[in-house]
């Protein structure tokens, strides 16, 4: 008896000292196989970063789309072709029994019969009111040319493909419980693949992640037609990678995940620490579009874009319920943030709002046509010195918090410093007694070279710029 006790401890002891030489082994190839992705990246965001980045706020404005605000229903382009891509159905087909309608409750109108749930936008005929929303929406044939929404990305984003070159991969599960391994059919099997992909959705679903869901470059995820939530549980991480769109869902109720194996490409699975919280973060990425998201109620923010991303277009989003909405760049001493580049469109930052709409480290913010009807603290803040211009926005100051009617913030810096940063306002519309504070050459001015150059609409055409903002109760064979 004692012989057996002995062999045990002596069993345990050995598998204690083998034990850190498997981990150190094993973090010594997660740091080698990240720090190559790092550098890789690094390289992405010097191709990806532009020299002369009003020539991009030109871009935004030029001729390839209208940028009046007539709400007129668009017609369909008969003379186009439908995709030739073949939709293929991969992995089980089978759903979670478990799933629920996600389609919101249902009122009765007098003699209107049922409606749609209070959120719903969708009221009337279709109109398209932007300029992004008017190059692919209201068109009954829209499912039948989903790659065609590359073409409507502008801004900083403008040149990000997604997954347009691959084939549709449709998601059929809503489940995630292998992080490792993860089952053909669900959202966390499609995003690690190697190739482009454009991922749909067959039903509406509810994901709960158990772990952050790392995707990998070239991936488009549409939810167009379905109504999808990503909720209670991790977020969304885009770390070293390059076009990514993300299009269509609902994100909210975000919390921390503990980290452990998990599996970020086809060929590569490793440790990972734990996470904050954030609905999306883009770490060291570039040529990412964010369109029509709703998002709410994250741990920690709801987007954060930091570590050298760049080339990024986050556009008719609804952000709601939260404190810390967008981070862009989260360190002082990062000065590779120097090469951000963002524009932030057609946004809708709503109730429950309290700061950060975006706060900028370095870099360059294009901030054009949002809504800002709420914030507790401020709505546009920022350190290091970050270029910000503020084109046709409306905001609106809190009526029962006077002290908190300026727009701007700026951090870690005295008055003779921020003086110098360019923060400029043009065309936008206060009310409630709000404030922007400008900073920088008086006579700054962005000069638009470009030729049938569209300039920003001004603030007071907000509402209507911003009105489909969120994620969008789009149907197959309906306009969406």
């Known amino acids: 008896m004692k012989m057996v006790r002995l062999l045990k401890l002596m069993f345990m002891f050995g598998i204690a000292c083998l ?10 190839e997660l740091d080698e196989y990240w720090s190559k992705r790092a550098d890789e990246a690094r390289e992405f965001t010097l ?67 049922k409606r749609k749930g209070k959120w719903s936008k969708l009221k ?59 089952r053909p059919g669900t959202l966390r099997h499609a995003v690690i693949q190697k190739e482009p992909l454009w ?23 549409d939810a167009r037609g379905a109504n999808v939530h990503i909720a209670h549980g991790a977020g969304i991480t885009m770390q070293f990678v390059r076009h990514v769109i993300i299009h269509g869902l609902h994100i909210h109720h975000i919390c921390q995940s503990n980290g452990g194996m998990i599996r970020d490409s086809q060929e590569h699975c490793g440790v990972r620490t734990r996470a904050d919280g954030d609905g999306i973060s883009i770490y060291g ?20 874009a930091i570590v050298g991303s760049t080339a990024i277009t986050i556009s008719n989003s609804h952000f709601t319920h939260h404190n810390d909405v967008m981070l862009l760049g989260a360190q002082n001493d990062n000065e590779g943030d120097k090469k951000m580049q963002v524009t932030v469109a057609y946004n809708h930052f709503g109730k429950g709002l309290v700061q950060r709409m975006p ?51 700026r951090d870690y810096a005295p008055e003779h410093e921020w003086k110098h940063w360019n923060w400029r306002s043009e065309k936008d519309m206060f009310m409630n007694g709000a404030y922007f504070r400008q900073s920088g050459n008086p006579h700054f001015k962005c000069d638009h070279t470009r030729k049938q150059m569209i300039k920003p609409k001004h603030g007071i055409a907000v509402s209507v710029l911003t009105k489909y903002a969120g994620a969008l109760d789009c149907r197959v064979g309906k306009r969406c």
């Open 359 to 409: 706060r900028i480290r370095w870099g360059f913010v294009h901030v054009v046509n949002n809504d800002y009807t709420h914030w507790e603290l401020y709505a546009i803040g920022g350190s290091q010195a970050p270029t910000i211009l503020s084109h046709g926005n409306r905001f609106i100051a809190p009526p029962h918090k006077p002290h908190y009617r300026e727009v701007t913030k």
């Open 199 to 221: 991922i749909i959705f067959k039903n509406d679903m509810s994901i709960r992640l158990s772990q952050e869901l790392m995707i990998c470059s070239f991936k488009t995820i």
């Open 47 to 113: 191709q990806a970063y532009h020299s002369d980045p009003y020539e991009v706020v030109d871009h935004f404005h030029e001729r390839y789309y209208d940028n009046s605000t007539d709400v007129t229903e668009t017609e369909e382009d008969s003379d186009e072709k439908p995709e030739d891509d073949v939709i293929e159905m991969v992995g089980n087909e089978m759903m979670n029994s478990t799933r629920r309608s996600l389609r919101g409750k249902k009122v009765k109108v007098k003699g209107k019969g």
């Open 285 to 304: 990425s570039s040529r990412i579009w964010l369109d029509h998201i709703s998002m709410s109620k994250c741990q920690d923010g709801l987007i954060d």
């Open 19 to 28: 034990i850190p030489t498997i981990q150190a082994n094993n973090y010594s």
């Open 124 to 182: 009337g005929p279709c109109t398209a009111s932007n300029p992004i929303d008017k190059c692919w929406r209201c068109r009954a044939n829209w499912a039948k040319r989903r790659k065609n929404l590359v073409k409507c990305v502008r801004g900083f984003g403008h040149r990000t493909i997604g997954g347009k070159r691959g084939r549709i991969y449709v998601v059929t599960s809503n489940l995630d419980n292998d992080m490792v391994n993860p």
